[in-house]
């Protein structure tokens, strides 16, 4: 039975990014980028605007830090921060959770704050995080969901080669009003069929 290694935390270079293991010193740009409002939206951490432009109490902030700084010992899943390699800066975090060792398969998400967006950055990530996980994690299936008001994540996951495998209709609630999630995955044999054709 095939079992993914998560203990190893690598560094993935691209031309635009890097992925690379959480640092001590980077939690502290993670809070300012968690505490984007359009950020809590659009990864369902809020149900209201209201929420989302609540400022976190010491204590909140203190159990983000020790999140980030205890990600590396993690031998279950990986997260890895997106760095600009333009500015140098963190822009986000790439992740593989929720791992079914049976089934061989993992659940990836992906967060951009608006200092990376609309610069080609997530799509390079993604890129970068699915051979990871299909070649070296030997993953057979990788899955994700997104909400249906979050369009732009939703285009570049499917230029990535995922597939919707199914939505799950007013799953989600915000400000009132009820969102779908929706389902998407992608199998070894579609990452394998994506490479081969140079998609």
């Known amino acids: 039975m095939p079992t993914a290694n998560f203990k190893e935390k690598p560094i993935l ?3 635009k990014v890097q992925l690379r293991p959480f640092e ?3 939690g502290n740009r993670m809070l300012k980028i968690l505490a984007e409002v359009d950020v809590q939206r659009l990864t369902g ?3 209201n605007d209201q929420e989302a432009l609540k400022v976190r109490t010491d204590e909140e902030k203190q159990k983000v830090l020790a ?3 205890s990600r590396n010992a993690q031998e279950d899943r990986l997260d890895l921060a997106i760095v600009d390699m333009a500015s140098g800066q963190i822009v986000g975090e790439a992740v593989f959770n929720e ?3 049976y089934a061989n398969n993992a659940s990836f998400r992906i967060l951009i704050g608006s200092d990376g967006q ?3 950055l997530g799509t390079e990530a993604i890129a970068l995080f699915l051979k990871y996980g299909f070649e070296k994690l030997g993953l057979n299936r990788i899955w994700l969901e997104v909400y249906s008001f979050n369009p732009r994540a939703e285009r570049v996951y499917i230029k990535s080669g995922f597939v919707l495998e199914g939505v799950r209709r007013e799953d989600f609630k915000y400000d009132g009003q009820y969102i779908d999630t929706k389902i998407y995955g992608m199998l070894r044999s579609d990452y ?3 490479k081969k054709a140079g998609i």
Do not use: I, M
Request: hydrophobic share 20%.
């Open 13 to 15: 270079a691209g031309e």
């Open 24 to 26: 001590e010193s980077d």
């Open 45 to 47: 951490s809020v149900h």
């Open 67 to 69: 999140w980030y700084s």
């Open 99 to 101: 791992y079914e060792e």
């Open 118 to 120: 609309g610069k080609g």
């Open 192 to 194: 394998e069929f994506t």
